[in-house]
């Protein structure tokens, strides 16, 4: 399974130092409102803003207990696709609200995938078929990497 992952950067946001493709993030949330985006405060005194430029994608926990929050750093990272083996453990906390959906989906790249071996396609010639994968795994695998302020390891 293709995913995105989802982290909190240590409660940095997209402000944790040497982080690349900062633009590819957006801010990942369970709770009613929408978190602010995170600000630091330069040296010169200058307020400095995240500025994400991607959609905000809301999260519905299905599970009462703190791991089915988000906290309010976590941010999908868009840049990086991790494969997930389809025996590996996971933590489901919800499903993307129907408000999200589209942000979500339109940001996932759909890659054409051919369905069964290249035996089994030459056998079945008029049956040749092509899916398109374009995961929501957000509520499978992609919460599984930011509870309350700290990473956890894939």
Known sequence: MRCRAIHTYAGH?????????????????TSDREPSEQSILAEDGTMIVEELRRDSIRVIS???????????????NYSKIYIIEKDAKVLNIGKVHND???SLTRKLPIQ???????????????????SYVARQGVDHTEKQNATHGRDKTE
């Open 13 to 29: 946001a997209t402000f944790k130092s040497g982080l690349p493709d900062r633009e590819d993030h957006a801010i990942i949330y």
């Open 62 to 76: 299905e599970r009462e207990d703190p791991n089915g929050f988000l906290h309010p750093a976590s941010r999908i």
């Open 100 to 102: 999200s959906m589209g």
């Open 112 to 130: 054409p995938r051919s369905v069964g071996t290249p035996s089994s396609r030459k056998r079945k010639k008029n049956r040749k078929k092509t």
